[in-house]
């Protein structure tokens, strides 16, 4: 299984961009039968979906946060990010990067980043 | 979306219990379901997928069934490495979690 490696900065003031990268260790980056996601939880609560993106760079977001998030892979660095716009307190949490499994596992996201935790302050 | 309805939101158990937790999809699913298992500080840890098959290196003690809307995820002795937060999730659609159970020791 590959290993995923969560990395960017842990404070961000209100109203600028989170970005966030994860660098995937490993096989299975460049199959077309996974997908590479982020996941984040705020504290004491629990776990939101954000965003996917597969090797063909189709993405799909979560309705709530759409208008605000963009995913991106780089292929050659084996590296997938995440861009959220105006953040403020509420988008405060540790952010997770994920893999999702196949058809074969019904897509379940099966292998997990440490997280990284984000504080939205000034 | 779809709407993952967990129960119970907490449970206090002793080692060596058997533990149910339930959880309930707003539309059907099929067997799009995962169960997670998190300990504090730590990332999530896939536990079953397919409402049913226990991913690699999972202790046979836990179990999954379900199809359709009504799922559970059961832990037939409880270890002390059990008490964790468990999450069920539906990957039928863009994926959405139940809200969690605490598992604690009673």
């Known amino acids: 299984q590959p290993q995923l490696q969560e990395s960017g900065p842990g404070l961000v003031k209100p109203s600028e961009t989170l970005s966030l990268t994860c660098s995937v260790s490993g096989d299975s980056f460049n199959s077309f039968s996974y997908y590479w996601g982020w996941v984040r939880q705020p504290p004491g609560k629990g776990l939101e979906w954000i965003a996917s993106?597969?090797?063909?760079?189709?993405?799909y977001y979560n309705p709530s946060l759409k208008s605000r998030v963009t995913m991106s892979m780089d292929t050659s660095k084996k590296e997938f990010s995440l861009k959220l716009s105006s953040v403020n307190a509420a988008d405060t949490a540790v952010y997770y990067c994920?893999?999702?499994?196949?058809?074969?596992?019904?897509?379940?996201?099966?292998?997990w980043g440490q997280g990284t935790k984000v504080t939205v302050s000034s | 979306d779809i709407q993952m309805t967990q129960s119970p939101s907490s449970l206090s158990a002793s080692v060596g219990d058997r533990v149910t937790i339930t959880c309930q999809a707003s539309?059907?699913?099929?067997?799009?379901v995962a169960w997670l298992q998190q300990k504090p500080g730590k990332a999530p840890k896939l536990l079953i997928y397919?409402?049913?098959t226990l991913q690699g290196g999972v202790p046979s003690r836990f179990s999954g069934s379900g199809s359709g809307t009504d799922f559970t995820l059961t832990i037939s002795s409880l270890q002390p490495e059990d008490f964790a937060t468990y999450y069920c999730q539906q990957s039928y659609t863009i994926p959405t979690f139940g809200q969690g159970t605490r598992l604690d020791i009673k």
């Open positions: 397919g409402a049913s």
């Open positions: 994920v893999r999702g499994g196949s058809a074969t596992e019904l897509y379940a996201m099966d292998v």
């Open positions: 539309q059907s699913i099929s067997n799009y």
């Open positions: 993106i597969y090797y063909s760079g189709t993405t």
